[in-house]
């Protein structure tokens, strides 16, 4: 029979072996929801040049004329997608309130229907707080189908109280392939970038 020293010795290592295990599937719950929690946390404030992935309505402002900004546009190949995205006005020399728009070519080099995403990120990263995209094909996914070619457009402002040391932006767009079925009724016969219908 077990001394009662024993038995005490046994739940103290229960209990430890329990706690242990609680303590280890929190920290990967943790883990899982890190990564949304980071990106909704950047959307929110900025940080790391994410960019507000909603349109923000255009605003009358008092156009700076004092004032230039230099607005570049950088297109970057995601993995796993057989597109190009082409900015075709690649760099903008702007006056900070006014609204100006850029255009941007998408090529679907597959044949067969693909959907994908551009995601933009702003660099400086303070810089997307003042930089406003009032119309963006970025709200969206985008279906192009075997071999076509799409223009969109951006249409955007950079605020006046965008900070004076800053005189450059660069918004860049990755493409990235959409693997889930489109909310917008599906038939099943568009393919994901890895050409899976």
Not at 10 to 24: C, D, G, H, Y
Not at 27 to 45: Q, R, S
Not at 104 to 114: L, R
Not at 133 to 143: L, P, R, S, V
């Amino acid at each position: 029979m077990p001394s009662r020293d024993h038995a005490a010795q046994q739940q103290a290592v229960a209990r430890t072996v329990r706690r242990t295990l609680l303590a280890l599937v929190a920290m990967l719950g943790f883990a899982f929801a890190l990564v949304p929690l980071y990106d909704v946390f950047c959307n929110l404030t900025g940080l790391n040049g994410k960019a507000a992935s909603q349109a923000r309505a255009a605003v009358a402002m008092e156009i700076d004329e004092s004032r230039w900004v230099s607005v570049r546009f950088i297109t970057q190949q995601g993995q796993g997608l057989p597109w190009t995205l082409e900015a075709l006005d690649e760099q903008f020399r702007i006056h900070p309130g006014g609204q100006y728009s850029a255009r941007f070519v998408f090529t679907n080099h597959a044949d067969y229907p693909v959907r994908g995403r551009a995601v933009p990120s702003v660099s400086p990263a303070e810089g997307s707080l003042h930089l406003r995209k009032i119309m963006c094909f970025c709200f969206q996914e985008q279906t192009l189908a075997a071999g076509e070619r799409r223009e969109l457009p951006l249409v955007f402002q950079v605020d006046p109280d965008l900070p004076e040391g800053i005189r450059d932006l660069t918004l860049a767009y990755t493409l990235y392939p959409v693997t889930t079925p489109s909310s917008a009724g599906d038939d099943g016969a568009e393919h994901s970038a890895g050409g899976e219908t």
